[in-house]
């Protein structure tokens, strides 16, 4: 069964912009985690955030979740034509069990 | 230095012949997965190991079954594909279970049915 929802489903921006995700999930969650997944490749993780945590950053990644609303943002700032990809967000630890992942957003930066 | 490697990274098959992917672990994790995923969706989770306890989903057809004979090794059978299994599958490792903490994936295997 799958966990949430992506919004946007695409993303298309230009090089040096920021790029910003959501994710909404249904049930309670022991962490957060994004993924993101080049063409025909498998998943790489990029950031996991727990519960009891509001905001969390990694290079040029930040990371926000709100569990009252059930959401969760991720922000790619200076975007690189090197981020075009598939990001995920997945919820783990919940009442669902394992990591479970969203429908993922296509994001695409053109040079 | 991969750390998860799934063989083979194509695979085509016959209708309802079956076959097996494999995949191996350097990580010595307890937990290994898979998961299937078909052209622009989400990863499925079909099953899991914790060490050597099976997991299945409640909707992963029979069809599908699993072994891991150590820690380092799983494999996915598929006992008579279908032209519906045809999907990217994805092995996946952490050190803990119910996705407490990050997961490791293989470069997948893209199978064809044919």
């Known amino acids: 069964s799958q966990q949430g929802e992506e919004d946007p489903q695409a993303l298309s921006i230009q090089e040096g912009e920021n790029a910003t995700m959501n994710c909404s999930y249904k049930?309670?969650?022991?962490?957060l985690q994004w993924y993101r997944q080049n063409s025909g490749r498998g998943l790489v993780h990029l950031i996991l955030i727990r519960s009891n945590e509001r905001e969390k950053h990694s290079g040029r990644l930040r990371v926000t979740l709100d569990t009252s609303k059930k959401s969760s943002s991720l922000l790619i700032t200076a975007s690189r034509a090197a981020d075009t990809a598939s990001y995920f967000c997945a919820t783990g630890g919940g009442s669902q069990g394992n990591l479970i992942f969203g429908k993922g957003t296509k994001l695409s930066v053109k040079p | 230095d991969a750390m998860v490697i799934q063989n083979p990274r194509y695979q085509v098959t016959q209708f309802g012949k079956p076959v097996t992917l494999s995949c191996s672990q350097t990580?010595?994790?307890?937990?290994m997965y898979w998961y299937q995923q078909k052209s622009s969706q989400a990863p499925k989770l079909l099953f899991h190991?914790?060490?050597?306890?099976?997991?299945n989903e409640a909707d992963t057809p029979d069809n599908f079954q699993s072994r891991r004979p150590n820690t380092s090794f799983c494999f996915l059978d598929i006992r008579s594909p279908g032209l519906g299994d045809a999907a990217m599958y994805l092995c996946?490792?952490?050190?803990?279970?119910?996705?407490?903490?990050?997961?490791?994936f293989g470069q997948g295997t893209r199978l064809t049915v044919v």
């Open positions: 190991y914790y060490d050597k306890d099976f997991n």
């Open positions: 049930t309670s969650i022991n962490n």
């Open positions: 996946a490792t952490s050190r803990e279970g119910r996705g407490r903490t990050e997961a490791f």
């Open positions: 990580l010595n994790h307890n937990v």
